[in-house]
């Protein structure tokens, strides 16, 4: 049974913080590249961060730069989203994804097309 779950979601208030953690279960997170998602209501997912397979190489979407920052540690098999100045923009479900590939760097680590396994989901809201 392979499981990509998440946790760490929750309420805040704007400029808040939030750490989210995508823990594997079934499956080894070592070697492949990670990302991270988000849904808000009435909009598509959008890419928000990614991690390559060995950690040497980080991406994020213009409006978390700054804020946001993805990490790993394979030992724990968990992947980490550490939300800083958290804005009502901000407020979406986060899902973690694995890539399909293995020891590859992604040429379009945003594109949710790279990753085959995904969480459920935790929802963050950021009020105002």
């Known amino acids: 049974q392979v499981q990509l779950v998440e946790s760490g979601g929750g309420l805040v208030q704007a400029g808040g913080s939030l750490r989210l953690s995508c823990a594997a279960s079934?499956?080894?997170?070592?070697?492949?590249?990670m990302g991270w998602f988000r849904q808000a209501p009435g909009k598509e997912r959008e890419f928000v961060a990614a991690?390559?397979?060995?950690?040497?190489?980080?991406y994020y979407t213009d409006s978390v730069k700054g804020r946001f920052t993805i990490s790993r540690d394979n030992a724990k098999n968990t992947v980490y989203l550490q939300m800083n100045s958290l804005k009502s923009g901000d407020t979406a479900v986060y899902y973690c994804?694995?890539?399909?590939?293995?020891?590859?760097?992604?040429?379009?680590?945003?594109?949710?097309?790279?990753?085959?396994?995904w969480g459920q989901g935790t929802q963050v809201t950021v009020s105002s």
């Open positions: 991690i390559s397979w060995n950690g040497g190489s980080t």
């Open positions: 079934g499956t080894t997170l070592t070697f492949y590249s």
């Open positions: 994804a694995k890539s399909t590939t293995y020891r590859t760097l992604l040429a379009r680590p945003h594109a949710a097309e790279e990753y085959n396994y």
